[in-house]
């Protein structure tokens, strides 16, 4: 058992809103109290500076599956479209300067494609289905490709989660399901480890418990889908540390680059209920999908999300971001439901742990960048057209 000893308390704690104690060499700051108190310091204009994809605007490009977006130091913007397996670069005026990319298996050619990181207006790119990074220069030219190498101990592999600034890698164990599994909830460990920049995978940082999974399997079918409202682990990176929340509790893990945990930065506050039409309409999206589904498979599935219920309560967050400053950024979680049909609620810490208070961002906006001034995200509209939308931050 971890013996506890308190560090600040008495009228310090009263004041600040905040204790501190060590946990078996884990300092663990706890806030009851914003700083900000009952008003946000920061605030992010409602109406877009940009717009890019807006159809009332001349010449106007059509987005379609944009799954990451950067702000570039050279004020482009770096689209990357799932659709069109490319980067599209547009000017500080949205207007389109080039693309780079493409679909195939060639050199700079994808299947699917997720955004990793930039370093210094380079671009990161990780195919998924041919697990292969792409490296493209500033001018959208593919200078390096790489698999990730090594006897890393995964059944699954590792697939990149983030990178360090120094070129690194973090990467995480894949979880799956095979055949003859038995159904029912699980929650795997994972574990984090650094990759070089030509993919070698390295020494272990920590490990992590892994999304609440569902496995479902018959004799013939078998997946592993994320649990209704269970808990997931969210992972960013500040330099060379690491920032993890697991779902279990209202808290932020920093760990250093030795692998071992540096603080905690917890807030005490009550969670929030899973309500009731939530699962019901949950529900019914899993009833549509069943309808698709192989009769048997889909009879199996819905008995496994049955059997495994739903929690009383969601996990704090569904979302993490570090911003240019080395502020966390973490979404308050409401739910599958309630997620894009009003605006977004953050929960900030600054660099050093203090729980500044809340931001909220535009309805229909998923965050992909924090800037020190801008918020960069994908918008979509009731009809599912995207754009990405710059809003000004007011730090």
């Known amino acids: 058992m971890a013996l506890f000893a308190a560090v600040a308390c008495g009228d310090d704690a009263g004041r600040s809103g905040r204790t501190t104690v060590d946990s078996a060499g884990v300092r663990v700051v706890t806030s009851t109290i914003p700083v900000w108190g009952d008003s946000a310091a920061w605030t992010i204009d409602s109406v877009p500076l940009l717009a890019i994809g807006d159809p009332t605007r001349p010449a106007a490009a059509l987005l379609i599956d944009i799954v990451g977006v950067r702000l570039l130091d050279d004020g482009r913007f770096a689209l990357l479209s799932n659709e069109e397996k490319a980067i599209l670069y547009f000017d500080s005026s949205g207007l389109p300067v080039g693309r780079a990319g493409g679909r195939g298996n060639g050199t700079g050619e994808f299947h699917q494609v997720t955004l990793i990181g930039t370093v210094s207006d380079s671009i990161l790119v990780w195919d998924h289905e041919l697990d292969r990074g792409t490296m493209f220069s500033p001018g959208g030219r593919p200078v390096r490709t790489f698999s ?76 592993a889908m994320e649990r209704p409202f269970g808990r997931r682990t969210l992972i960013g990176t500040n330099r060379d540390e690491v920032r993890v929340t697991t779902g279990e509790r209202d808290e932020v893990m920093v760990v250093r680059p030795n692998g071992q945990k540096g603080q905690v930065w917890r807030i005490d506050r009550p969670g929030r209920a899973v309500d009731s039409s939530d699962r019901a309409i949950q529900t019914a999206r899993y009833q549509a ?107």
Request: glycine share 10%.
């Open 148 to 223: 990730l190498t090594g006897d890393s101990g995964s059944r699954y592999g590792y697939a990149p989660a983030a990178r360090f600034d120094n070129g690194d890698l973090l990467v995480a164990a894949r979880v799956g399901a095979t055949l003859g599994e038995r159904t029912g909830s699980r929650r795997d460990p994972v574990p984090l480890r650094r990759a070089t920049a030509s993919g070698l995978v390295g020494e272990q940082v920590i490990v992590v418990p892994g999304n609440e999974l569902l496995v479902v399997s018959t004799t013939q079918h078998v997946s």
């Open 289 to 395: 999908q069943a309808a698709q589904l192989p009769a048997t498979f889909a009879s199996a599935m819905l008995a496994a999300i049955a059997e495994a219920g739903v929690p009383s309560e969601l996990p704090p967050f569904d979302q993490l971001l570090v911003d240019a400053t080395g502020a966390t950024w973490l979404r308050e979680n409401v739910g599958p439901v309630r997620r894009d049909i009003g605006p977004q609620h953050w929960t900030i810490f600054d660099r050093k742990g203090r729980w500044l208070g809340q931001v909220s961002t535009p309805a229909g906006l998923v965050v992909h960048q924090v800037t020190r001034d801008r918020i960069v995200g994908i918008w979509t509209d009731l009809d599912g057209v995207q754009q990405v939308h710059v809003h000004a931050l007011r730090r």
